[in-house]
C-alpha cells in the first residue's frame, strides 16, 4: 500500500510506518483493497479507509493507482465507504481533499460533497513553494 500511496500522492503520501499505526489497534477504522488480477498477476489497484464514530464517518484515504484513473474504481470504493458508514450507524461522512487535487475534488462532488469548511496552509509539501489548503466535504448519508 505504501508503494501505491507514493504513486498516487508524491507530495504528502504515507510512509509504511503511518500505513502501520493506521491499521493496528484501531478498531473503529476499517479498509478495503481493489486488486487488479486480469495480467495473471494480482495487483494492488486502489485501497480505502474510513473511520467511524457513532454518527460521523470520516474517509481517511481513497487512493486509485494513477493508471487505472478514470475507470470507475475511486466511485466503487467511495460507495463501499458509504454502505459501511451506514452500516455501522453513521448519518453523515467528512474527509479532507487538497484543494488543488481537481480529479478528486470533482468525484467528490458528484457524489454528493459539499465544501463546509477551508483548512487553511493544511498541506506542507517538502520542496513547496507555499502550502495547499486543504477543503473539509461532508455528505449526508441520509435524508430527512
Avoid: I
Avoid at 500511496?5 to 502501520?20: I, K, L, N, V
Avoid at 453523515?92 to 483548512?119: F, H, I, K, M
Amino acid at each position: 500500500m505504501a508503494e501505491l500511496e507514493a504513486r498516487c500522492f508524491p507530495h504528502d503520501g504515507w510512509s509504511a510506518q503511518t500505513f502501520w499505526a493506521e491499521l493496528a489497534q484501531r478498531p473503529r477504522r476499517s479498509y478495503w483493497v481493489a486488486v487488479d488480477g486480469t495480467a495473471g498477476e494480482e495487483e494492488l489497484a486502489g485501497y480505502a479507509g474510513l473511520d467511524v464514530a457513532g454518527d460521523l464517518a470520516d474517509v481517511m484515504t481513497v487512493a486509485v493507482d494513477p493508471g487505472r484513473r478514470g475507470t470507475g474504481l475511486g466511485a466503487r470504493l467511495l460507495e463501499t465507504l458509504h454502505a459501511r458508514a451506514v452500516d455501522a450507524g453513521a448519518v453523515a461522512v467528512l474527509l479532507e481533499v487538497r484543494a488543488d487535487n481537481e480529479p478528486a475534488r470533482a468525484l467528490y462532488s458528484t457524489r454528493g460533497y459539499r465544501v463546509v469548511r477551508t483548512r487553511r496552509g493544511y498541506y506542507r509539501s517538502a520542496g513547496a513553494a507555499s502550502p495547499v489548503d486543504a477543503l473539509v466535504m461532508r455528505k449526508e448519508l441520509v435524508g430527512p
